[in-house]
């Protein structure tokens, strides 16, 4: 990975500053469960899948947020919440202060598709989305001048050439040939496909966009590409970024500060350095173990988890990760853990966990740490035996999924 990261170090500033005036996205008590309806007629509710449980952070302004978990942890649908492109279940989110779950969008009681009056609209010019799949994500019958040059459209740039000038300028800022604007998406690779849609969500100027796994459908070597790109863009445009991505290694890369979600719940949130340096949540361990290691020299242990993933829809009573935590084992199985709900709270001033025992993390589960790679503050750490100890095993051992 090429990405530059040695002009983060005023951003990083700026995000750990804590300042009101700072934030641009806040999201409190975030609720998103989808039902699940059965009987005869499919028509009763027999339940509900749990996808976003309660999750609450701030984005400020000119910061990239990282955000990081399993799939089916509910990432994706926490973004798509956040730009209300499907309603919450409860929670609120502020956008520039204002309470964007209150207002009402076009199409809403009887209004119009595009209706002027709409409040939301004007918001939804504020925020942007690029989609995961380039290939899904643009319409076909669409030339590339019609995709990008919709959104300017919509919100009352009308002037066909105004618009087109707007559409090659855009191109050649994502890297892009001009005379590309009569081509339509089937004539585009993939990396091509997601500049595209990158320079849609630049089109009507927006203030935050939410990149969901903009790079998880590409090649390495075209990855690095994007993501460079998105970082020129935050610089010249003062974007702000939600980065939702499984690669570890491509959120250190690109984000200021990390979340890290687990079946619903966000589990632990710092900054990179904070948080890659000295997880204090034993989930957040176990991801950092999996990422690829670079250097076939490096002996790196990976640190493997026990059972399978709970259902959404039943979630496990108490902490929702103790089903299949490391840290617990090594406690002597706590009653706590599966009893009584872990607040998500300040461990350390801008690093939040949700974790009963994150204290004990260092000195209980040193040595784990120190296997797969981690730093411990702690230096008796590693003195301490390998009572009850998960399975951390060489990367060489493991059995290809």
């Known amino acids: 990975m090429t ?3 040695t002009t983060r170090a005023a951003t990083l500033d700026r995000a750990g500053s ?9 999201a409190r008590d975030i609720v998103k469960h989808f039902e699940i309806r059965g009987g005869a007629l499919g028509v009763t509710k027999v339940g509900a899948v749990r996808a976003v449980d309660g999750v609450s952070f701030d984005v400020r302004r000119g910061e990239t947020l990282g955000l990081v978990g ?3 942890c509910g990432k994706t649908t926490l973004g798509k919440v956040i730009l209300r492109l499907i309603q919450p279940t409860s929670g609120t989110v502020l956008f520039k202060n204002e309470r964007i779950f209150d207002v009402p969008s076009a199409g809403e009681k009887g ?5 002027p009056a709409s409040k939301m609209k004007k918001i939804r010019r504020d925020m942007q989305v690029v989609f995961q799949d380039p290939y899904a994500s643009l319409n076909p019958r669409m030339s590339v001048g019609e995709i990008v040059g919709e959104g300017p459209m919509v919100h009352g740039l009308r002037d066909k050439k105004k618009r087109e000038a707007l559409v090659r300028e855009l191109l050649g800022k994502v890297g892009l040939n001009q005379s590309h604007i009569h081509r339509y998406p089937h004539e585009f690779s993939g990396g091509q496909r997601q500049r595209i849609g990158i320079a849609r969500a630049l089109a009507v100027n927006p203030d935050f966009i939410v990149c969901d796994e903009p790079v ?12 460079n790109l998105l970082d ?11 980065f939702i991505a499984h690669n570890l290694a491509v959120v250190e890369h690109i984000s200021d500060r990390v979340g890290v979600m687990y079946l619903g719940k966000m589990v632990e949130m710092a900054t990179v350095g904070d948080l890659y340096a000295d997880p204090r949540h034993p989930y957040t361990v176990a991801l950092l173990s999996a990422i690829p290691n670079p250097s076939p020299r490096l002996k790196k242990k990976r640190l493997v988890l026990k059972g399978d ?26 009653e706590r853990c599966a009893t009584e709900d872990p607040e998500f709270r300040d461990f350390r001033p801008g690093h939040q966990v949700a974790c009963h025992f994150s204290e004990e993390m260092n000195t209980v589960g040193g040595e784990i740490k120190a296997a797969i790679g981690l730093d411990v503050s702690d230096p ?3 003195n301490i035996p390998p009572a009850s100890a998960p399975a951390v095993e060489d990367p060489s051992e493991i059995a290809p999924a």
Request: glycine share 8%; proline share 7%.
């Open 216 to 227: 998880s459908a590409l090649d390495v070597s075209i990855q690095s590409q994007v993501l």
């Open 232 to 242: 020129d863009l935050q610089k010249e445009f003062g974007l702000t970024y939600l």
């Open 18 to 26: 804590g300042e009101a005036g700072d934030v641009l996205v806040s």
């Open 309 to 334: 993933i709970p259902s959404p829809a039943n979630p496990p009573s108490g902490c929702r990760f103790h089903t299949r935590c490391w840290l617990r084992e090594r406690l002597g199985n706590p």
């Open 3 to 5: 990405v530059d990261t």
């Open 380 to 382: 008796a750490a590693a």
């Open 111 to 115: 209004k119009a598709y595009y209706a």
């Open 70 to 72: 399993e799939s089916g």
